[in-house]
Nanobody, 123 residues
Framework: QVQLVESGGGLVQAGGSLRLSCAAS????????MGWFRQAPGKEREFVAA????????YYADSVKGRFTISRDNAKNTVYLQMNSLKPEDTAVYYC????????????????WGQGTQVTVSS
């Protein structure tokens, strides 16, 4: 089992940047694929990005491709989401997630979730 804690959310103007972090507990972090999801008010939780256990493969939703970058540091048990050129429609609670499938690519909801961090982009 893995526990996840997100940080780095906040309020930013359109066009700005934020970096989210997700710290994971446990000594098997490197065996999990990691992902980021988001949920806006009144909408379903949607996939944003995923990264394989080694960091060698990354996957993105079309809506964030070219603007967001997912990365991980297995030595620090941490996954990151660098968000650039933010838009008001990126406003949501962002959730970190982990899955036992080391090559998870975002096609289903993972098993483990963090508590979420709010990102608000003003126009």
């Amino acid at each position: 089992q893995v526990q996840l804690v997100e940080s780095g959310g906040g309020l930013v103007q359109a066009g700005g940047s934020l970096r989210l972090s997700c710290a994971a507990s446990g000594r098997t972090f490197s065996s999990y694929a990691m992902g980021w999801f988001r949920q806006a008010p009144g909408k379903e939780r949607e996939f944003v990005a995923a990264i394989s256990w080694s960091g060698g493969s990354t996957y993105y939703a079309d809506s964030v491709k070219g603007r967001f970058t997912i990365s991980r540091d297995n030595a620090k048990n941490t996954v990151y989401l660098q968000m650039n050129s933010l838009k008001p429609e990126d406003t949501a609670v962002y959730y970190c997630a982990a899955d036992h499938n080391p090559h998870y690519s975002g096609s289903y909801y993972p098993l483990y979730w963090g508590q979420g961090t709010q990102v608000t982009v003003s126009s």
